[in-house]
C-alpha cells in the first residue's frame, strides 16, 4: 500500500474535506485491504516519519500515517503480518517528494533529515521485509546538523553526541543575551537590530546567499513563502527572542519591517508587564520587611542579599558587569527571586 496525497498548511487553515482528501487514499485504502484480504504472506504499508518526528505544517498528512502504524501494530496483535515503514525523504523526481520545492529540501536538510537515493531506499526496502518489528523508519539523517535544530524531536536526542549548541545563526548567544543587548538600546536601535534579524533568518528560510536580497518592504508572499517556510520562520524568531509567536506571524505582518515593528512592540509589551510584576511584588514584600526589628535574625543576610541584587541589576547593560550578570540571572524569573526572599522569611 504505497497511495497518498499531500495537502500540506498549518494547523488552523485545516478544513474537515482538507483532512479528508489526504487520509481516504491513506486510511480508507488500507483499511479495505485489512479487511477483504486473507492467508497473505506480508501486509506492507507505506507511512512517513512525519508520523514519527513530527513534520511543520502536515498535520493531517502525519495523522494518516500514524494510522498506518498503529494499523501494522494491531494486525501483528491479531496474528497476522502486518509493516509500516515510515519513509524519509526520497531523492527523486516523480512522485509526491518530486513536487518538493527547493526550499523545502533545504528546511529538510537543515533539519538533519536528507534524501535517500533511490538504489538505498530499495535496499532499506529489502531489508525491512526481513525484520520482526510492525513499524520501522527508514530515513537518512545527518547527526551534525541536528546539533544546530532549536527543537530537536526527543526521539533524536540520543543520536547527538555533543551538547546542542544554544547559538543563533544571528550571532547571538541566545534570547536571554538578545534582548539583554536590546534592553540597552534606544527604540531607533532596537527596531533596526530587530529588523536584521527578522531580514537575516528570512534569507536563511528561503536560502538567499544574505539578507540584502531580501528587502525590509518586500511582501512575504513576494519572496516565496508558504505555510511550511512561515513555521520555520516563525519558530526561528521565537527561539531568537523569547516571544510566543503565532503560526500566522508573516500573514498578519507581511513585510519583514512591518514584522519587525510588531517584535518591537511585544517586546516592550513584555517588559512593562514584568516591570509591573515585579513593583508589586515589591509594594508586597516592603511592609514585611520593614517590621523587621534590629535583633531579628537575618535581617543582615537579608539586607546584604538585596544589595547583591540590586548591584547586579544596575550592573546589566554595561560592558565590564553584563558577564557576571548573565551567568547569575540567565535562569532566575521575577518569581523566583521573590520566592528566593519569601523563603528566607519562613526560615527566619
Known amino acids: 500500500h504505497a497511495a497518498g496525497v499531500l495537502d500540506d498548511g498549518v494547523l488552523g487553515s485545516l478544513t474537515v474535506e482538507r483532512v479528508e482528501a489526504v487520509l481516504r487514499p491513506k486510511v480508507d485504502a488500507a483499511v479495505n485491504l485489512h479487511e477483504l484480504t486473507d492467508d497473505l504472506t506480508a501486509f506492507v504499508m507505506f507511512s512517513s516519519a512525519a508520523a514519527t518526528l513530527g513534520s511543520a505544517g502536515q498535520g493531517s498528512y502525519a495523522a494518516a500515517n500514524a494510522f498506518l502504524d498503529a494499523l501494522a501494530h494491531r494486525r501483528r496483535a491479531q496474528g497476522l503480518p ?45 531489508r525491512a521485509l526481513l525484520e520482526t518489528e510492525p513499524m520501522l523508519v527508514p530515513l537518512r539523517l545527518n547527526p551534525s546538523a541536528l546539533r544546530d535544530v532549536e527543537n530537536i524531536p526527543a526521539i533524536l536526542r540520543k543520536l547527538v553526541r555533543s551538547p546542542l549548541r544554544r547559538v543563533t545563526d544571528s ?25 536584521q534579524l527578522v531580514l537575516h533568518h528570512v534569507a536563511a528560510v528561503l536560502g538567499y546567499g544574505d539578507s540584502d536580497a531580501v528587502g525590509p518592504a518586500r511582501a512575504f508572499d513576494e519572496l516565496g513563502f508558504d505555510s511550511l517556510t512561515a513555521v520555520e520562520l516563525r519558530n526561528r524568531l521565537s527561539a531568537a527572542t523569547g516571544l510566543r509567536l503565532p503560526s500566522t506571524l508573516i500573514f498578519d505582518y507581511p513585510t519583514p519591517a512591518e ?54 541589576l544596575e550592573s546589566v547593560g554595561s560592558a565590564d558587569g553584563r558577564a557576571e550578570a548573565d551567568r547569575d540571572l540567565e535562569s532566575a524569573t521575577a518569581d523566583e527571586i521573590f520566592d528566593l526572599l519569601d523563603n528566607e522569611f519562613r526560615k527566619h
Open 171 to 195: 550571532g547571538f548567544d541566545s534570547s536571554h543575551t538578545f534582548r539583554q543587548r536590546l534592553s540597552v538600546m534606544s527604540d531607533e536601535e532596537r527596531y533596526s537590530a530587530l529588523l
Open 259 to 312: 514584522l519587525a515593528e510588531n517584535l518591537r512592540t511585544k517586546l516592550s509589551d513584555e517588559e512593562q508587564s514584568v516591570a509591573t510584576t515585579i513593583h508589586g511584588e515589591l509594594d508586597r514584600l516592603e511592609p514585611r520587611l520593614l517590621v523587621m526589628g534590629a535583633d531579628d535574625a537575618g535581617r543582615l543576610d537579608i539586607s546584604a542579599r538585596l544589595r547583591a541584587l540590586a548591584r547586579k
Open 82 to 126: 502486518g509493516l509500516s515503514l515510515a519513509w524519509g525523504l526520497w531523492e527523486q523526481s516523480a512522485g509526491m517528494a518530486g513536487s518538493l520545492e527547493e526550499a523545502d529540501v533545504r528546511r529538510m536538510a537543515r533539519g538533519g533529515v536528507t534524501a535517500l537515493s533511490h538504489a538505498e531506499a530499495l535496499e532499506l526496502f529489502d
